[in-house]
């Protein structure tokens, strides 16, 4: 867990897209530098990913063939080495980033994106062996979702949100910025939102106390499409993985990491991305 204003030793980001390529690719962080990882069996970007370096799982997404944007429904699972195929997730859909809670044997995944038929409802709870459904909510695609998997809010792309305690669901404490396409870390009862868009991209982030809303630490550069990695309880220590360039709508190689209220630049990845998942929570003593 978090003390001491460490920062994080264990961090992944998987997929995504680099100069508009889908990627196979994976990079490992841990706790000083970046290192090729384990590649997944077909590129992906816009999935979910949770876990760590030596136990991921990330679901959904989009492949690279048919052209533009096939839905997907995989479930991959990393064993600290190689990607292996899971029972597959019962919706199929995309840009899903931020919108799952849990770790690699409890997880749960909402909302979404499927072409053709727009948002995605939907409460896809994964056991570690199974799938089943939960109650749902009408959320739109590119969601932040934070906490655990029967205590969690997801913030619906705006400054709405919503609570889940495992059976249902409920409106929630209205964020202070409009953010869509975002990152964040912790749970409801502490919890941050980082990034993302509403016009143009952002360098600030809100917190919660569990009370309500408020203006907490900027970061280093406006990011929009910002990959974290956390601990799904943990809101005081997270990595910015990659994202998108306002200037050009390019892909960032840069990482920032947010240490007790601080953003401190930290090593960059080996290559740009963005729409890549995101996993890692295990933090340094």
């Known amino acids: 867990m978090f003390a001491g204003g460490a920062g994080m030793s264990d961090a992944m980001v998987i997929g995504g897209s680099q100069g508009g390529t889908r990627q196979l690719t994976c990079e490992e962080y841990n706790g000083s530098s970046w290192a090729a990882g384990g590649s997944l069996a077909e590129a992906r970007q816009g999935g979910s990913a949770v876990g760590d370096t030596l136990n991921a799982r990330y679901v959904n997404g989009y492949t690279i063939v048919p052209a533009p944007y096939p839905n997907s429904n995989d479930n991959d699972e990393y064993n600290g080495t190689s990607w292996s195929a899971d029972t597959v997730c019962p919706t199929t859909t995309n840009n899903v980033n931020m919108s799952h809670v849990g770790t690699v044997d409890l997880c749960r995944f909402v909302g979404g994106h499927t072409n053709g038929t727009g948002n995605a409802t939907r409460n896809d709870e994964w056991n570690g062996t199974t799938w089943s459904t939960a109650a749902t909510q009408a959320l739109s695609d590119n969601i932040q979702t934070n906490g655990t998997q029967d205590d969690m809010f997801a913030i619906d792309g705006?400054?709405?949100?919503?609570?889940?305690?495992?059976?249902?669901?409920?409106?929630?404490?209205?964020?202070?910025?409009?953010?869509?396409?975002?990152?964040?870390?912790?749970?409801t009862a502490s919890a941050n939102s980082c990034g993302g868009r509403t016009v143009g991209e952002k360098d600030t982030t809100s917190i919660c106390d569990g009370v309500s809303w408020s203006a907490g630490a900027t970061m280093l550069n406006e990011n929009a499409n910002t990959p974290t990695a956390a601990s799904p309880d943990v809101s005081l220590s997270m990595m910015v993985c990659g994202g998108i360039d306002p200037s050009d709508e390019s892909d960032l190689s840069s990482v920032q990491e947010l240490v007790e209220g601080v953003f401190i630049a930290r090593t960059a990845l080996g290559t740009g991305r963005q729409n890549c998942g995101c996993a890692g929570i295990s933090l340094s003593p």
């Open 158 to 187: 705006g400054t709405g949100t919503y609570e889940f305690n495992g059976t249902s669901w409920a409106a929630w404490l209205t964020v202070n910025v409009n953010r869509k396409y975002a990152g964040g870390a912790g749970g």
